[in-house]
């Protein structure tokens, strides 16, 4: 009697089958991972840099025990967000070589196209009323400072992701919202 050697069709055909199926489920999870890895990545560095800039802010608050303003700027391609000492609260850095500075445009990340900052939900041009003193974070008008940003969230909000950082008794953090 001969030995056969090799697959019959039918043999073939089931393990082709099978190949399909793992690819017809695999193939859409993979399509919805890498849509969705850039844009959790572009929050991730944007929420993770200005959460620095936060503390470095407070730091240099406690450091300097003088008052630390915190501006926000919409720009045309993006964002800038400045901490520096200001201590006759006129939003001119007591010392210009000393601003530490955030830049989040899409020059610099192609995936930050789109994105939009909330503060307490509302979508601002610009923030020049923030301050920090002695780690606290206050709100400042020429009448008077009220602790009204001593409780704040900061959202960052890119195709349908929103990413949080929260200041709750002067204490920034990071809070995942959603998807």
């Known amino acids: 009697m001969k030995t056969r050697r090799g697959y019959t069709l039918t043999e073939l055909m089931v393990g082709l089958v099978i190949i399909a199926v ?4 695999s193939i859409p999870a993979m399509y919805v991972l890498a849509t969705r890895l850039p844009t959790e990545a572009s929050l991730a560095t944007a929420l993770e840099k200005v959460m620095y800039l936060l503390a470095d802010g407070r730091q240099l608050s406690i ?3 003088q008052p630390v303003k915190f501006r926000f700027a ?4 993006g964002f800038l967000f400045q901490v520096f000492v200001d201590k ?5 850095p007591d010392d210009p070589d000393n601003v530490k500075q955030v830049n989040l445009t899409t020059a610099e990340d192609r995936n930050c196209e789109g994105m939009k900052v909330l503060f307490n939900g509302f979508e601002l041009n610009t ?3 923030f301050y920090i003193y002695e780690g ?3 709100k400042y008008a020429p009448r ?6 001593s ?5 960052f909000v890119l195709r349908n992701m929103r990413r949080s950082i929260v200041i709750q008794d002067s204490m920034p953090s990071i809070a995942e919202v959603g998807r």
């Open 22 to 25: 793992v690819l017809g489920i």
């Open 63 to 65: 450091s300097t025990e």
């Open 74 to 77: 919409k720009l045309n391609n």
């Open 88 to 92: 006759e609260l006129d939003g001119i």
């Open 127 to 129: 923030v020049e009323d």
């Open 136 to 138: 606290i974070f206050i």
């Open 144 to 149: 008077g400072s009220s602790l009204d940003y």
């Open 151 to 155: 409780n704040l969230r900061i959202d």
